[in-house]
RNA sequence: CGGGGAGUGGCGCAGCCUGGUAGCGCACCUGCUUUGGGAGCAGGGAGUCGCAGGUUCAAAUCCUGUCUCCCCGACCA
């Protein structure tokens, strides 16, 4: 392919809205183009990395037996109510739905459980045809409440998901467990550092999951790590140990103290310096909300730690759980916000209580009177503790479960995640099958996404320098760029047309910088840009078939001959190809 | 949804406070020279200043509304 026939334009300067380098990188080098919030247009270029990625996705479902399929991107809201998500994708906002010309209520899928669900119920009659995984790779569409970070977190975007019905839990659980080496040979063959956690399954449901994280700081996501005993797990689900603060308090009497304008654990550390950050309690108010109902929780926390709302949420089984409001703080405690105490609460208030506050005795705890905290509390004496549960933000420090490890807080970015479904969509939906004994049974479902055009980003985040990106080879638009000096000079010419043609009969995917009236400066500044991992310089040794080998990822420039650079080509593209992930 | 910021040639920005009819760099077009790390000279094209109202003799500039985009937060009491 020949550079000056493509439409290919570069910027010198990053558009002003970009945040992380990915974004940044690819808007400069034309990759993408913005067209609202949320929503790109993929240039040339990036749709080559989409299309690499993509074929990398199928050539590993495809070797397990997986089998590939479309679904429609508008779906039907009577699909939604079967499984009984529409209410809560509209409450949540994330769905773009709307009515079609009749009338009916239709959305942009933004998840295909309920129409894979609905396809194999009409498909799948017998045990003999089970088990069976199905996938497509599709624009997906989320009207996310804040797009960003470029195609980090874009409204449409495409994505690879994956279905698998088997006959009962076991099958399930193993063809999870094949998905999960699927996965780690997709990312491993994209060239992406990776890391797969334990995590939350949310919205989509199910028993257990898993999602796969490449490492990179500028990631949204936290994770908890211990390499020691090879613990990975989702800041939102990570669990931890950690230890009840040392000492017997004094047993004094339970007494009222004027905190006049501390509201924070902070502040009241400095009006009460002895008493330790561990042995304040702080409480903290939320509204949950269900299907049917509403009600505010109060929930206690020790003051060194924070408190996680998605534990909270999942223990509540509750749709939305939102931070109290100042007025509702005021109704309920009747006083300032920053005053809220488990004693005296409005008696329609649950409070729950995070495992953190077990062994706290004699601690501060808020008065739910202005300027007021009550001092020297203990449970059992003064109030009852409340219903413990996990509520906690596993911290930095912290020791694992096992008692044996530390654990340690990094971030990533999401590339995947697997489900163990189980039978809530295929019971939800009706989707059964016959066993052996004509008996009716529901389908166990796992169901397994990958963002195709965010494991494009990340590979970008993960890898790129100074002057732009550097594409891992298996997913870079073209495996070589030859760069051509002087276009038009007879022998460059002849150099790169030779080159480029036994390059493509090697099945290797070139590109020419053949531009003329293009300087060597730009010409070197663009092909740092885009990235291409294996360069050629073609310039004044062509007549004695002498060029530069210089790749995207540095090392040594060398000047080779031109036999030298294609076998250097061959193998490293042969090298590329065996990349393959074992556990 | 709350808070903050920004919309001026394709991109990055200045001008706005203190109203007087739009400018810089890059990119683009033409010509000549140049050709191993974003070349030089000369000439040229391109913006109803997001949109709608208002104030004024006069609005990019002041006022009101509205749309869009970006950032922070959906935060600890």
Known sequence: MRLSQQLFVTLREEPADAEVRSHALMARAGFILKLGAGLYVYGPMMWRVLR??????????DRIGCQELLMPAVQPRELWDESGRWERYVNDGILFNFRDRKGSEVCLGPTHEEVITHFVRKQVQSWKQLPTTLYQIQTKFRDEIRPRFGLMRGREFIMKDAYSFDANEEGMKDSYAMMRQVYRNIFSRCGLRFTPVEADSGAIGGSGSEEFMVDAETGEDAIAVC?????????????????????????VEMHKEPTPGAKTCEDLLKLFPDLGVERLLKTVLYEAVWEDREQTIAVMCRGDRELNEVKLLNHLDALNLELADEKLVRSVTGAEPGFAGPIGLRDDVRLLADTSVEGVQGFLCGGNETDTHWLDVWFGRDLEQPETADFGVVQSGDTTVCGKGKIEITRGIEVGHIFQLGTKYSEAMDASFL?????????????????????AASAIEQNHDEGGMIWPLPIAPYQVLIVQMKAGAEEQDALCAELEKELEARGVDV??????KVNPGAKFKDADLIGIPLRI????????????WSPRSGGDKEVVTAEEALARVSAAVEAASSVRDSE
Not at 236 to 242: D, G, L, M, N, T
Not at 440 to 452: A, N, Q, R, T
Not at 537 to 548: K, L, M, Y
Request: with cysteine.
């Open 511 to 516: 590109l020419v910088d053949d531009r003329k």
């Open 227 to 251: 390499h020691e005993i090879g613990y990975a797990a989702n800041i939102e689900k990570a669990v931890s140990q950690i230890s009840a603060p040392a000492g017997e308090p004094e047993k």
């Open 435 to 455: 066993d052996e004994n004509q008996k009716k049974l529901p389908l166990w479902m796992g169901c397994y996404g990958i963002g195709v055009s965010r494991v």
């Open 537 to 548: 310089v073609v310039g004044r040794d062509a007549g004695e078939r002498r060029v530069e």
């Open 52 to 61: 690499k990625i993509e074929q990398i996705v199928r050539e590993e479902h």
